[in-house]
């Protein structure tokens, strides 16, 4: 692979095939790819080696300048930053990679429902989805928590759940 510790120049495009290759089993694989795609012309034509602190400037100046958000420019340096992790420690494609620091001042997407909203949702949801869909509004739970809830983790007359595997 290396001749006397001179490792080959790697493309980038060539490491986002292979990491798309390691993402198809996400759910968001379309995200990733999509992301993949619109970084290309900021780093299709380069080398991993090329990737440095002004490229990535210029790929967080650029996306600003097209009116994107800083979550959405987060997901973009995020990807980059996943990538070349793994290029230098899983595949040992490159030595070194730039620091990438995610630009601050996202704004929260908490999002509340109104008691109307909530009492649509539950008029809107099949028979057999209405108790599971005022149970997740209840707790907040989300949907594989409770469909993986077992009756042994149940207290009907306390009125509490345990939950031993969350996300949160």
């Known amino acids: 692979e290396s001749n006397f ?3 080959p120049q ?12 390691g993402k198809q ?4 694989f379309g995200d990733v790819q999509r992301i993949c795609r619109n970084l290309d012309p900021y780093l299709g034509k380069l080398q991993l080696s090329q990737v440095n602190g002004d490229v990535i400037w210029q790929i967080t100046q650029g996306e600003l300048k097209r009116g994107n958000e800083a979550a959405t420019v987060n997901r973009y340096l ?8 793994t290029a230098r420690d899983e595949w040992q494609w490159v030595e070194g990679i ?10 929260q997407r908490d999002r509340w429902l109104t008691h109307e909203e909530a009492d649509r949702l539950i008029a809107a949801a099949a028979p057999h989805m209405k108790a599971l ?10 949907a594989r928590e409770i469909t ?8 009907l007359k306390r009125r509490t759940a345990w939950l031993d595997r969350t996300k949160n």
């Open 10 to 21: 790697r493309s980038w495009q060539e490491a986002v095939v292979r990491y798309l290759f």
């Open 25 to 28: 089993h996400l759910r968001s």
């Open 5 to 7: 510790g001179i490792k």
């Open 133 to 142: 869909t005022r149970f997740a509004l209840a707790t907040g739970c989300r």
């Open 148 to 155: 993986g809830l077992e009756w042994s983790r149940v207290d």
């Open 78 to 85: 995020s990807t980059v930053r996943n990538l070349l992790r």
């Open 98 to 107: 730039p620091k990438i620091r995610l630009l601050s001042g996202e704004r």
